[in-house]
């Protein structure tokens, strides 16, 4: 699953959209201390008034928010060779079923078994489908739905916190006297969901069912207990530890100093594999293995590989591991590289490494910035000085 694959689904969750059907919403209200199911709801979405609608849109649309491997994860069933994962047959048959507030329960029961939070929250499910209509070489839609080419239909299930409103004072006008307001309801925080899922997971218009897409609402900390115990899934990496892993391993082969063009070059050399993956709007994810990782290196300016295998076997645990490209390179759009000592913290963008160098003169390092132009400091024009 890619980026475009999400954001692809994304985009329909809007009210009023004829490519999406929504159908049942399943409410359950859990007291969190006693693990104990104190409030259920069904509903159809098309009867609902327009502004609960829009709330339970939003708070679904969530789910779709995120960068992949960091808070959304594509995950495959644990122990599935002949696809007999338990988990995932229960949710082909949620995804199909005649009674989906009865199936959807029982995910609630695992949810509530397994998972802790911290107060009391809401297990929310929602099921629909999205219409993909043909599109024209320009992009345009063809004829509405008349020639629909593609249908995903789908359910979601999300964790939600309750917050509880703080007591206040208020001023009652007809008894003319100040009262302590206690509020009797709570509030269920729909705008930050806990952890959630949608199955079945989609790629390029092709829906899968081996696989499902977990939200987790901190970035790169999925809920374990979540993904082992509700999903049955496993976790291979997140984009953190990727980006780690992969950095350690260019440490190991070059040495823990090295020049920012070096790195610059290792950087465009990964940009390159995903831009050229991405325009050839190829199915598979663009991804650096040993091979890849060896030729990438040798471009960059890293003469010596010859430990490369080693380091990449003991920190991968194989030789076949291959990272996401996007995982481990940086945003090429933006300041993502941060260069810091206790002295100095400065960002800049991956392209703009070919421009730095730290040197050193009478002792003392410097940081050297070639730039184009004059730098501003509070405002005023910073003054140039020979060298």
Same mark, same amino acid.
Not at 194 to 203: E, Q, R
Not at 291 to 297: A, C, H, P, R, V
Not at 304 to 313: C, W
């Given at each position: 699953m890619k980026k475009n694959d999400v954001s692809s689904i994304r985009k329909e969750f809007k009210l009023?959209?004829?490519?999406?059907?929504?159908e049942e919403v399943v409410g359950i209200y859990v007291k969190g201390d006693i693990k104990q199911i104190i409030g259920f709801e069904k509903e159809y979405f098309d009867r609902m008034d327009t502004e609960k609608q829009d709330l339970y849109l939003k708070n679904f649309k969530k789910l779709l928010t995120g960068q992949l491997d960091s808070k959304l994860f594509e995950l495959e069933f644990s122990d599935n060779k002949l696809g007999q994962n338990p988990t995932q047959r229960a949710l082909i048959d949620t995804l199909h079923a005649t009674n989906f507030i009865e199936q959807t329960e029982e995910i609630a029961l695992k949810v509530i078994n397994n998972c802790d939070y911290p107060s009391d929250f809401m297990i929310s499910f929602l099921r629909g489908e999205v219409f993909k209509p043909m599109r024209t070489e320009r992009g345009e839609d063809e004829s509405g739905l008349d020639d629909v080419v593609f249908s995903f239909k789908f359910f979601m299930a999300c964790v939600n916190p309750v917050t509880i409103p703080k007591t206040a004072l208020r001023f009652d006008f007809e008894g003319k006297a100040f009262k302590a307001d206690i509020p009797m309801d709570v509030n269920i925080n729909l705008? $930050?969901?806990?952890?959630?899922? /949608?199955?079945?997971?989609?790629?390029?218009? +092709?829906a899968d069912v081996n696989c499902v897409v977990y939200y987790s609402n901190k970035a790169n900390t999925p809920n374990l207990e979540f993904l082992a115990k509700v999903l049955e899934c496993d976790l291979h990496s997140t984009a953190q530890t990727e980006k780690a892993q992969f950095l350690e391993i260019v440490q190991e082969v070059a040495g823990k100093e090295i020049e920012?063009?070096?790195?610059?070059?290792?950087?465009?050399?990964?940009?390159?594999?995903l831009t050229r993956n991405e325009e050839e709007e190829s199915s598979e994810i663009a991804s650096v293995g040993l091979?890849?990782?060896?030729?990438?290196?040798q471009a960059s300016g890293v003469e010596?590989?010859?430990?490369?295998?080693?380091?990449?076997?003991k920190i991968t645990g194989t030789d076949k591991y291959e990272f996401k490209a996007s995982n481990i390179v940086?945003?090429? $759009?933006?300041?993502?590289?941060? /260069?810091?000592?206790?002295?100095?913290?400065? +960002?800049?963008s991956p392209q703009d490494l070919k421009n730095i160098k730290q040197v050193k003169k009478d002792g003392k390092r410097y940081l050297l910035i070639e730039i184009d132009e004059t730098a501003n400091l509070e405002g005023f024009e910073l003054s140039t000085e020979a060298i």
């Open positions: 009023d959209n004829p490519k999406l059907k929504l705008t $930050t969901p806990l952890d959630g899922f /949608i199955f079945p997971s989609w790629n390029d218009n +092709s920012a063009e070096k790195i610059a070059n290792i950087y465009e050399s990964v940009n390159y594999i091979k890849d990782m060896e030729k990438i290196l010596t590989t010859q430990s490369l295998e080693t380091a990449f076997l940086p945003n090429f $759009t933006g300041k993502s590289i941060k /260069i810091e000592n206790n002295t100095v913290s400065i +960002s800049v």
